[in-house]
């Protein structure tokens, strides 16, 4: 088996690997980089010239997501491989990602953008084939079929891991994984037998693991907490990703409301996620591929948030729970604009609920000491810090130790890494070389072919 990086950098970036397995030639997932805009934020989709045997689509956050079109653009008649929750959510969140990058242009004076088309995102539609989780599938032909089994990944609704087999070779494909059970989905339910070669993420290997941590303590100092902020007055702002994020922080809120742990104040959610929990519900009742049932907002009294915002600098007009997306609070987002009537107040406090980017406006405010000033571009507005701002570890992808581990079961003879920071990939070299003493692991560079025998 050959295989291509197509990230522009070793990063998490923009995720998309080029299989190819003899004469059959396969994409895994085609993402957009968080951090670029434009044509910067594309995969080396240039490496894939000539046809793609088949396509497949681990799950629907952007990084692994957000290039699709084009790809299939240049590839029409080639079937996206990928769950059947999953294909349920693909057009929605490439539509947002469309009119974001039609509000870049505006803002931001770029030309490229938007780099596709509403037509471009109706070919994805059409190409999408739900393939079954658990149950083997063949792609290719005659020597070069495949066999692909996907099987649940934990991570996010719809997120899956797969089993290709060619010619004997058994190639394991990790995606996003979490194999601790959310409330959205279980923890992944990867099987545990031998492979030759396992791909696999490693996006928490420079993550020391707390066991003190753990999701439920750390569950229980959330709730403490907005309990806290808002008896004493204060509103809490909870930054969250619309996709998965913020439908796990609504049946958090709404269980416990249940048992008479939540004090009673207004909640607000912003409209993307508010959507996705349509969506989410959706998916829930036609595929039982994950749980979410949309009385979790009746029940917890969920008001959308309006786009009429207040001043920066003041308070926001009613004290309460603003749990709002982008995650990390990039500019322009419903959260960060809120940040802007949170941060300057000490009775309230900005509560971060997943992986924040260093570089990210929420990597810089948890990096800024208390008292300091955080900057909010485009809104002649800067902040000194006095709210509380602190983050919980409830992440939706494996400890390191965990995937050390998973590693060790299928005691592959080639590890490839991927999906991580350069400090992460550092650990998993390391500890996997400990681990595997036999298998060689790989940390490939981009765009340059590895043959894997
Ligand atoms: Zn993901
Ligand atoms: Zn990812």
């Known amino acids: 088996m050959r295989l291509t990086d197509l990230n522009s950098g070793r990063d998490i970036g923009a995720n ?17 980089h968080p951090k670029h805009v434009g044509k910067p934020s594309l995969p080396r989709l240039g490496l894939v010239e000539g046809t793609l045997d088949s396509i497949v689509l681990t799950h629907c956050h952007l990084d692994h997501l957000g290039s699709l079109p084009l790809l299939v653009r240049g590839n029409p008649r080639t079937r996206v491989l990928t769950s059947a929750a999953n294909t349920l959510f693909v057009q929605r969140l490439l539509r947002n990602s469309l009119a974001v990058m039609g509000r870049q242009r505006e803002e931001l004076g770029v030309a490229d953008l938007p780099l596709y088309t509403a037509a471009d995102i109706e070919r994805v539609e059409a190409a999408l084939a739900a393939a079954p989780l658990n149950n083997p599938r063949r792609v290719g032909r005659g020597a070069d079929e495949v066999e692909l089994t ?37 923890g992944a339910e990867f099987p545990r037998t031998p492979a030759d070669i396992l791909i696999m993420e490693c996006t928490r290997g420079a993550t020391t693991t707390v066991p003190d941590a753990s999701r439920a303590a750390e569950e229980r100092r959330l709730l403490r907490g907005i309990n806290r902020v808002i008896d004493r007055g204060g509103s809490v702002l909870i930054p969250a990703f619309a996709f998965g994020r913020m439908q796990e922080l609504l049946m958090f809120l709404d269980e416990a409301a249940g048992r008479g742990e939540l004090v009673d104040c207004p909640i607000f959610c912003s409209g993307l996620g508010l959507d996705l929990c349509d969506y989410l519900a959706e998916a829930a009742k036609r595929t039982r591929q994950l749980t979410f049932d949309r009385k979790v907002l009746d029940r917890l009294g969920i008001i959308a948030l309006r786009k009429q915002y207040a001043d920066p600098g003041r308070r926001p007009r009613e004290a309460g729970i603003y749990l709002l997306s982008s995650g990390m609070l990039v500019e322009k987002t419903p959260a960060w604009r809120v940040a802007a009537n949170i941060l300057d107040h000490e009775e309230s406090a900005v509560f971060f609920a997943g992986y924040c980017d260093p570089d990210s406006p929420g990597g810089q405010l948890i990096a800024t000491p208390p008292g300091g000033d955080f900057e909010f571009k485009g809104l002649d507005h800067v902040a000194k810090v006095r709210a509380e701002v602190d983050r919980f570890h409830l992440s939706g992808h494996a400890d390191r130790e965990e995937l050390v581990a998973f590693a060790k079961d299928l005691s592959p003879r080639h590890v490839v890494l991927t999906h991580g920071d350069p400090p992460a990939r550092e650990w998993m070299k390391a500890a996997l070389r400990d681990a595997l003493p036999r298998a060689q692991v790989h940390d490939p560079e981009p765009g340059r072919p590895l043959d894997l025998a």
């Open 16 to 32: 998309s690997l080029l299989l190819e397995f003899g004469e059959h030639r396969m994409v895994v997932d085609c993402g957009m």
């Open 150 to 186: 996907f099987h649940r990944a934990g991570h996010v609704a719809g997120a899956t891991g797969f089993l290709a087999v060619h010619r004997g070779i058994r190639t394991f494909v990790t995606g996003d994984v979490h194999f601790v059970p959310q409330r959205t989905v279980p």
